[in-house]
Structures are given as structure tokens and as C-alpha cells.
């Protein structure tokens, strides 16, 4: 009986003869950088904690009633806000046969991402309290919503005017907003809202370069999943209120010996038994929030150097 349909055809799920290539590079989005640590003020450590004097009182000045008045006294007055360093830090291992057989330098894809992962950590932290040591001040955005410098988005008649509501309530404290950090996606919102003058309010980079301008100040989207979308849409302020005190910058070191155990004392991994590597990330950052008087707002209670306008599904 005469054969049709015999044929030499290709097996997609597993050709021995016609292998599927790889590969040797990586779909992925670039490491996202920390926005606390472009924006905040960096200071220098050489202990694990330190002391940062800031204006706490103001003094006062009087006229003098006539030619024989009496003069008044007046007084000026600091406070320490403590920088107390707490340490960062992550542990990545790899069998060294994985090495071997990887088609591309394993290390080299690995060092961005804990350095991302570290900025987002600081991030979720400084701006919203997420997992914040105890020894560090305040967040960000609780300090702007505890002085009143908050408002829900929608609340004014677009979105150009709630920012415009919140940078007032800031300016009335006696503070400058001189940047913006927002939640991935906004700068879309942003392009489409006009000034009275018909003028855009945002102006994005046209460099290429991530960013753009809010207003004429700075702004910079958040994508390092650091920003808390539940609470905020846009966070402002004087950045330079935000105080990042640097022990130990970021710095890495590989392992060829040593053991991986949990909190029982379990060993998990044995580096030299089990012909492993492991890359150890360490950093050792502070965090403050620095509130000064000022001649507009001397409560430090009703003061903030922030403002934040609140996603709709804020809880504080």
C-alpha cells in the first residue's frame, strides 16, 4: 500500500536534532534607584549614632517703650535629633556547578538587584514607615500628615490643584518645596493638566533621562515598589529636612567557606561542603526627619517640612 504522510518533521516539545537556542540575554527593566537617597541630605557617621542640633526655639525681638524703657530678654534654643545607624543587609548564594554551566556572568546580574533591593527597602521605610526601626524618627509622609499637610486626591477641582493646596499648607510652615516623588504611572495623569495660562504643569525630561519637572521643581517617579499606592499619590516637601546618616555605605564580599544557618541555628547551607558561593550585601544607614522653627509656624506639632497628597484609600 503506497505511504503519503511519512516524513522527517521537527518535534517542537523535544528535536534532538534541532536544539532551541538560549538566549545570553536577560529581559528586564533596569534597577530602579532610591528616591530618599537622591533627594534626602546625606551626612557622614563615625559612630553608630550621632547627634544633628536643630532650631527648636526662636528668639524675639521688642521695641523699647520711651527713652528710660526697659529692654526684654529673649532666648534662642536647639534640639538633638539622633541618627542611629541600623544595618542592611542580604545574602545570596549559588552552587558553584550553576556557575559553571551558566552562559552568562551570574554575579554581574546580581550586585544591581541587591542594590536595588536596598533603596527600596530604604525607600518603603523613610517615605512610609514600612518595617522602620524603631530608632529612626518618623517617616516622610507620617510627618506631613500629623502637621495637617495633607489633602485626598480629588478633592480640589483637578489634581494641579490639591498639589497646589498641600505645597501652600507646607509654605505657610515656613518651608520651600524643592522636589516631588510620586507613584509609578502619575506623570501620565500629570501631562494632561494645564495651568490657567494653558501652560503643561509637568515637563518631562526631554533628555531621556527618568524625571521631569513638577511646577519647575524636580519630580521622579517611584518604581522600586518603595512607595505605598494605599496611602499616596505624591509626596513633597523641603528634601533637605530629610537627614540619611551613612555608617556603612553599601558595600559587597564573596564566600567560598562559612555556613548559612536560621534562627534555631539549623544549618541550612554549608558553602565548602556543598561547593557554594555567596555574595553578602551589607549597609549600615540612619534616618531622621529634621523640623526646624520657624518665623511662620513655631508648633512643631502643627509643622512639617512635608506634604502629601493622599491616595483615596488612605487609612490615616
Known sequence: MPTYNSLISRDASNDPLVPTPVSAEIIQELPAQSAILQRAARVPMSAKSQRQPVLDVMPLAYFVGGDTGLKQTSAQDWKNVDLVAEEIAAIVP????????????????????????????LDGACLFG??????????????????????????????????????????????????????????????????????????????????????????????????????????????RKAIIGVRQDISFKMFTEGVISDDDGKVILNLMQQDSVAMRVVARFAFATANPATRLNTNSATRSPFGVVQATTAAS
Not at 552562559?103 to 546580574?109: A, E, K, N, S
Not at 502637621?147 to 477641582?157: E, H, M
Not at 527618568?210 to 528634601?239: H, I, K, V
Open 130 to 239: 514600612i518595617n522602620k526601626p524603631s530608632t529612626w524618627s518618623p517617616s516622610v509622609y507620617s510627618s506631613a500628615v500629623a502637621a495637617g499637610n495633607a489633602t485626598i486626591a480629588g478633592t480640589g477641582d483637578d489634581f494641579a490643584q490639591d498639589v497646589t493646596v498641600v505645597a501652600e499648607k507646607v509654605a505657610q510652615d515656613g518651608f520651600a518645596v524643592n522636589g516631588f516623588v510620586s507613584r509609578a504611572g502619575l506623570t501620565w495623569k500629570l501631562n494632561g493638566l494645564r495651568s490657567t495660562d494653558g501652560h503643561p504643569i509637568y515637563q518631562p525630561n526631554l533628555q531621556g533621562a527618568p524625571g521631569g519637572t513638577l511646577y519647575g521643581y524636580p519630580m521622579s517617579e517611584l518604581t522600586n515598589g518603595g512607595f505605598d499606592t494605599s496611602e499616596a499619590e505624591l509626596l513633597m516637601g523641603d528634601w
Open 94 to 121: 549559588i552552587p558553584e556547578a550553576y556557575l559553571d554551566d551558566a552562559q552568562m556572568p551570574i554575579w554581574g546580574q546580581v550586585k544591581p538587584r541587591l542594590t536595588e533591593a536596598i533603596g527600596a527597602l
